[in-house]
């Protein structure tokens, strides 16, 4: 073994990794791999190689054998659970992160991760303290403020008061000193209106599919689409998206302030923000103010915080009169729905109930299992108790250690094993495909399902929701009411548990409101593209006049 060869390749390697270059870090670091196999750092740094080129399952050996080879590794028990955690392998991600903050106590990037990886087994409980643990050592991290207040809304202990507050803290600790917006370019209704679209989901994803609808039905004549899209991929959706709209930036690795100059130069009326605090989100840029006028909708469920935001667009159902303390920005409220649903580009044929084929009666949730929350177990597991030959369906994580932590949850609420059913979700048409296997889906309490709910009605799958506080669990009550099953709205958690367990003894009758749903939703408010592509446009015009 050549040491000054190695020492080379090594060198070359992690400056490649530095400077984006993992293709060319991977052909180094694994002729280190070749001259000193029992090298950890060599094996650590060809884990982060194989990662940024996609390659995660290759990466996990490496990172295995680093870790084996040096246990006092901290940077390799990370990336071990951050890779462990991509692979959905959470539970062994957690013991990844629990062997790093044990070698590194108290450090706020770690606790962080940890919180995540908690979240995504549903424990909003532990990665609310997690997030909070490492707030209070490094709290200038605003990434790990937004996880913070995204975890709040899935928690049922939570009030919406104090979700609101902490939104308010973190545009106050993130959204910089006032800025002088631009010059508002003049409008007198003659000219379309210049408008841009801001997010790293428009793709082949819940706010992409509402994009696109709402792009393919403006009318040219009066708004012209500016795309400002923060994702990397290039994906067929995304391309066929394009066509759509005037003009697409990719802004992905841009700084804020080249974002913003951007911005500036192409003298928008409007910037539209669907992304709030959600993954790639570009609150740094929104707190530049950019436009003269900024709104944000759909693509999250509260307020960003930020009062360079001005508007947040919603209806009167999901925010009923009384609900503008709980934001930032004002609410401008659109005539009958905040929101339209895409349909998915393909999907199976509704099917009939499984009950009425002899199938025991199945209650279901296809949500984000983040969303069922403690409040939701105790609901659900009351419902499985009242109709003991009943089982409930729950898409998982593909993960064992998930899958315990819910048997034990309802296990306390006196809920048996053999009335769970479990799902890993798969792609799209199997995961549709599941909805004709479930009788009477129920809707996540407090953070209710937007676009899934969207997905219930489209396959025909009743489903029953519990009317909330708050936008984020109110918003299945308008789709419901747009399909004409305001039945299916429960007042408190003893109406949800009665009417569910009503419906589970009468599943002709609920066979009976579940024929037709898709016309019946192709009809409501929440699938005329062109009439809320009118909406609105008319409501940027009232923005940018008020």
Request: glycine letters at 8%.
């Amino acid at each position: 073994m050549d040491p000054v060869l190695f020492d080379q390749q090594l060198r070359e390697g992690e400056e490649h990794l530095a400077n984006g270059r993992a293709v060319e870090a991977v052909s180094c670091l694994r002729r280190c791999i070749d001259l000193r196999p029992d090298d950890a750092s060599a094996r650590l740094a060809l884990g982060q190689a194989l990662i940024d080129t996609g390659r995660d399952a290759e990466a996990l050996g490496q990172l295995e054998q680093a870790v084996a080879l040096d246990s006092t590794l901290v940077r390799g028990h990370i990336r071990l659970g951050n890779v462990l955690r991509a692979l959905s392998r959470t539970g062994e991600a957690v013991e990844a992160y629990g062997r790093a903050l044990k070698l590194r106590p108290a450090d706020p990037f770690i606790l962080s991760n940890l919180g995540n990886a908690w979240l995504d087994l549903g424990e909003s409980g532990r990665a609310i303290d997690c997030y909070r643990q490492s707030l209070t050592i490094f709290p200038d991290a605003p990434a790990t403020h937004s996880n913070l207040i995204f975890a709040l809304q899935y928690d049922s202990g939570t009030s919406r008061e104090e979700i609101a507050t902490a939104h308010r803290e973190w545009g106050g600790r993130f959204g910089g000193e006032a800025v002088r917006a631009p010059e508002r370019p003049e409008y007198d209704g003659k000219r379309p209106l210049r408008v841009g679209f801001l997010s790293a989901d428009f793709r082949y994803h819940p706010v992409g599919r509402m994009a696109s609808v709402v792009w393919q039905h403006l009318d040219r004549e009066l708004l012209t689409a500016i795309v400002y899209d923060n994702s990397s991929d290039e994906t067929p959706a995304k391309q066929r998206y394009r066509g759509l709209v005037e003009s697409w930036h990719n802004i992905a690795g841009q700084s804020d302030e080249e974002v913003v100059q951007l911005i500036r130069s192409d003298r928008l009326d409007v910037l539209l923000d669907f992304s709030g605090h959600t993954s790639g989100n570009r609150l740094g840029v929104l707190a530049q103010k950019p436009a003269a006028v900024q709104a944000t909708l759909f693509g999250y469920p509260n307020t960003t915080g930020l009062s360079s935001v001005d508007y947040r667009i919603t209806d009167a159902v999901a925010d009923p009169p009384g609900a503008e303390s709980l934001y930032v920005e004002r609410l401008h409220r659109m005539p009958r729905t905040a929101w339209v649903y895409g349909p998915p580009d393909a999907s199976p044929e509704p099917g009939a109930l499984p009950s009425l084929e002899g199938k025991p009666f199945t209650f279901g949730c296809l949500n984000n299992p983040a969303k069922i929350s403690e409040a939701a177990v105790q609901a659900w597991g009351e419902i499985l108790q009242r109709c003991p030959e009943s089982r409930l369906l729950l898409l998982v994580r593909n993960d064992p250690a998930h899958e315990g932590l819910l048997l034990e949850k309802f296990g306390r609420h006196g809920v048996n094993d053999r009335q769970l059913v479990f799902a890993a979700k798969g792609p799209e048409p199997v995961y549709l495909e599941l909805h004709n296997q479930i009788d009477l889906m129920l809707d996540p309490f407090p953070y209710n399902g937007g676009v899934t709910t969207g997905d219930c009605l489209w396959m025909e799958t009743p489903i029953l929701t519990l009317a909330g506080d708050s936008y984020v669990s109110r918003q299945g009550v308008g789709l419901l009411a747009g399909v004409g099953l305001e039945e299916f709205v429960a007042a408190n958690r003893e109406d949800l548990v009665a009417k569910a367990a009503d419906w589970a003894v009468a599943p002709g009758r609920l066979a009976e409101r579940a024929t037709g749903l898709r016309e019946r939703f192709l009809a409501s408010p929440s699938m005329d593209h062109v009439g809320y592509a009118r909406e609105l446009v008319s409501a940027l015009q009232e923005m940018v006049t008020a």
